[in-house]
């Protein structure tokens, strides 16, 4: 059941599914005025309104609550999650396209509801997914570069300066050199984008193989797919139907998470330089590679395997309980649980569950029984440790370990998931590119405080 306020949403025009065949370039001419309009009547008319408080705890606590960044894409709930223009995660799930043969929404359509804040139709999400296939291979320089990288390095580092040397063929770097006006930022940077979204599939692929499969023959890139029935080819799993569509899920879900993430967060900061997508991208991907963001669904699974190691995989709620007591009496984290923002369970946490119970082969999977059980015992253990403000599961508690259940297994060093939430990321973060640069957002430069500066205010 749709809640009112959702379904007025779905009563808006610009979430009728219609039968447009617009490239995303021509909606964004379409919707941009609009947009810069509402922020030079912000400008014109309420730049000195207050809208909150800087506190201490603001200064000294990484900036939680502080409302200090512009971020349309997506603006997430502290109850309720996350929503896209206003559309939750099961909305998106019912409006957005699939892949043909598919039910689960494309990385594509996820894509063009950030960029546009409109739905696309079929046919535009399916001409997108063919403009990116177009575009997905990589320059040899790079199969070049990613081929001499020692095995051993973790592939999000890989991936980041991957990136970040794709900027060799940046169009906004080259137009910027030429004297571009400043207008046209918005249109370098949206063909930056498609090119870096487009080819992130064969570069992740390629890290993967080099690393983990050496030897594997990679298929060349269908333009009769979608970017991850690409992406799922080039790893191998391309008759793996449900891993397909379990990619597709997990790379809508990941793709955006409001502006102040570390890895948005970082992307939004070192674009404001106007330094190019593929560097911004580039630095987001760093800030992601942490182990209290992106990496944690590398540490779940650690921590899960080593779980079931030592207790077995019929494992009793008790054993659990004690398990869960011991990391926490060692000092460390719980991964998968906790989040700067949510207070309650993380919605795409539930959707991946929902994913789980609707496939009977992930029903009988140990480590994927074994994320459940936690689930079911984790919440009350962090409430009774008292320290953590939300004692439920984030995004990272299940994402892992469903992808050990499809086969992708590999934990040579480190594991690769990490990558494929890199993959993902990108549609918010360039999405935010694209618009910072047609709103003309500033340079990002707060103000910082020393120690004795920050008493001398309070007294
Ligand atoms: C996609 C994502 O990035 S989702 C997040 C992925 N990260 C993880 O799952 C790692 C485990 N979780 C955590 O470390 C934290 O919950 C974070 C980093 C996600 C959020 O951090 P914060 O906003 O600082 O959390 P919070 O305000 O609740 O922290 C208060 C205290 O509880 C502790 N705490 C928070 N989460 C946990 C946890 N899962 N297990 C144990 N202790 C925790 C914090 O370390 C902190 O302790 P301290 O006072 O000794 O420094
Ligand atoms: O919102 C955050 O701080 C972390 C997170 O869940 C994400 O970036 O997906």
Known sequence: MLSCSTRTLFNASRFVR???????????????????????????????????????????????????????????????????????????????????????????????????????????????????????????????????FPTTLHPMTQLGMGVAALNHDSVFQAAYESG???????????????????????????????????????????????LIGNYSALLGFGDNHNLTEYLRLYIALHGDHEGGNASAHTSHLVGSTLADPYLSYSAALFAL???????????????????????????????????????????????????????????????????CDAHPELQQSPVVALVKKTYEVAPDVLKEHGKTKNPYPNVDATSGCVLHHYGLKEFKYYTYYTVIFGVSRALGCLTQSVWARALGLPLERPKSLSLDALEKLIQ
């Open 18 to 148: 219609h039968a447009s065949t617009k490239t995303l370039k021509e909606t964004l001419q379409e919707v941009i005025p609009a947009k810069q309009e509402q922020l030079r009547k912000l400008k014109t008319d309420h730049l000195q309104a207050v809208v909150g408080e800087v506190k201490v705890e603001n200064i000294i606590g990484g900036m939680r609550g502080l409302k200090a960044m512009l971020w349309d894409a997506s603006v997430l709930d502290p109850n309720e999650g996350i929503r896209f223009h206003g559309l939750s995660i099961p909305d998106c799930q019912k409006v957005l396209p699939a892949a043909p043969g598919g039910k689960e929404m494309t990385a594509e359509s996820m894509l063009w509801l950030l960029m546009t804040g409109r739905v696309p139709s079929e046919a535009e999400s399916r001409q997108l997914s063919r403009e990116l296939a177009e575009k997905g291979e990589l320059p040899e320089f790079v199969e070049k570069l990613v081929d001499s």
């Open 180 to 226: 571009m006006k400043k207008s046209e930022y918005w249109t370098y940077t949206l063909e930056d984008s498609l090119n870096l979204i487009a080819r992130l599939p064969a570069l992740a692929a390629r890290i993967y193989r080099n690393v983990y499969k050496p030897g594997m023959t990679m298929p060349a890139i269908n333009r009769d797919l979608d």
């Open 289 to 355: 590679a942490g182990p209290l963001h992106g990496l944690a669904n590398q540490e779940v699974l650690r921590w899960q395997l080593a779980m079931q190691a030592e207790l077995g995989s019929d494992v009793s709620h008790e054993q659990i309980k004690e398990y869960l007591w011991k990391t926490l009496k060692s000092g460390q984290v719980v991964p998968g649980y906790g989040h700067g923002v949510l207070r309650n369970p993380d919605p795409r946490f539930i959707a991946l569950q929902e994913f």
